[in-house]
């Protein structure tokens, strides 16, 4: 048996935990993981937090860890990856520094400009008067973001000067230190994930979430309803496009600054009517969009993985054909509060698979425990039918 552990507990690390423990002889663990995720075959879930990480490090010496794969940016954002090198430990994802790609807008925008990666321009702003002022006299729409890490609540777009100066003043008052100003963008968004190690990479299907919590995209943001891949009207010329233009120089300026990228890139993209630019960069596979990319994989992750680490270019073979479309089922009140201990709703159609996220065990009932409670995924031939 090979040990493999997933370090999170949420929809994405199900379905990567799903996807590892594809081969038999590869036994998965997940710490914290959720309840759901033992009812898998050879997952088991470990009661360590994600940020214990002496207790990650301990459990993967002794149950001799192939690898550890980190599913979300807050351990990754605090150094997970530093920590378990520092012990000789194997582990898929950025150190904090290269981590700043996602922890840090400010470092990402610099980067990008070093790279040649094409971005909105923008301005930063540590001051609330001088930032006041600024976006008093520009046109809107104008998008006002915080610097750091804001599970997807602090980006404001503005559509007039009063609401965007109020926008200042929201995320000023909220605790933010940093502030950016950019342009407003226009067009199809759309998400490309690549797995890395320095300049070498292997792209995935393009995936599409679903960001604003009612359907007719409407509602607050949240960290995603819904997702699915591929996405039919980003072509392969546009992949192309995108993995030339943003994907090769981003690691290649990480590389030449001395911060070598590894891990999965998420490019946050759009096309836009002067070419595809970012959006945003995360150092994360996407959650809900690894539940509909990942199914497509015929090669096994682990392998995948594996071979990046030891420097070669892996070959990915990915199913052709097929639709995966998947819908978030969502506590009453995500993203504004969570209402826990919910029964699950019930479902029987033998053509969906179902990831689960924000459950628990009480009493001998799984109940909900958490914003995103579960994911159900349909595939098909087209994606209308999906
Ligand atoms: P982010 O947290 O940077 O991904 O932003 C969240 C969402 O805000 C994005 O998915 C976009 O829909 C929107 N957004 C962010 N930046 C811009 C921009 N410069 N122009 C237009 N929309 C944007
Ligand atoms: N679905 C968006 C994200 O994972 O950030």
Known sequence: MENWLVVGSGGREYALAQTLAKVPNRQVYVAPGNVKMNQLPRVETVAI??????????????????????????????????????????????????????????????????S????????????????????HCQEPPLVIKADGLAAGKGVIIANSSQEAMAAVEKLTSTGSKKLLVEDYLQ????????????????????????????????????????????????????????????????????????????????????????????????????????????????????????QLKQGKQPEAEWQKGEFYLGTVVASRDYPRSVMNGRSLPVITDPDVEISYAGVEQQGDQIVSHGGRVLMVTAKAATLKAA
């Open 49 to 114: 937090e994600e940020m214990a990480f002496p207790e990650l490090a301990e459990f993967a010496s002794q149950h001799d860890v192939q690898c550890t794969v980190v599913g979300p940016e807050q351990p990754l954002s605090a150094g997970i990856v530093d920590y378990f090198e520092k012990k000789n430990l194997p582990i898929f994802g950025p150190n904090k520094q290269a981590a700043q790609l996602e922890s840090s807008k400010t470092f990402a925008k610099q980067m990008m400009q070093k």
């Open 116 to 135: 040649g990666v094409p971005t909105a321009s923008y301005r930063e702003f540590t001051d609330l008067t001088v930032a006041l002022s600024y976006v």
């Open 187 to 306: 067009g199809e968004e759309f998400s490309l994930f690549a797995m890395v190690n320095g300049t070498t990479f292997v792209t995935m299907p393009i995936a599409q979430d679903h960001k604003r919590l009612a359907d007719g995209d409407m509602g607050p943001n949240t960290g995603g309803m819904g997702a699915y891949s591929p996405v039919p009207h980003i072509d392969d010329r546009l992949k192309q496009e995108a993995v030339d233009q943003i994907i090769k120089p981003i690691l290649q300026g990480m590389a030449d600054a001395d911060m070598p990228f590894n891990g999965f890139l998420y490019a946050g993209l759009i096309n836009t009517a002067s070419g595809i630019k970012v959006i945003e960069f995360n150092v994360r596979m996407g959650d809900p969009e690894t539940q509909v990319v990942l199914p497509q994989l015929k090669s096994d992750l682990g392998e995948l993985i594996l």
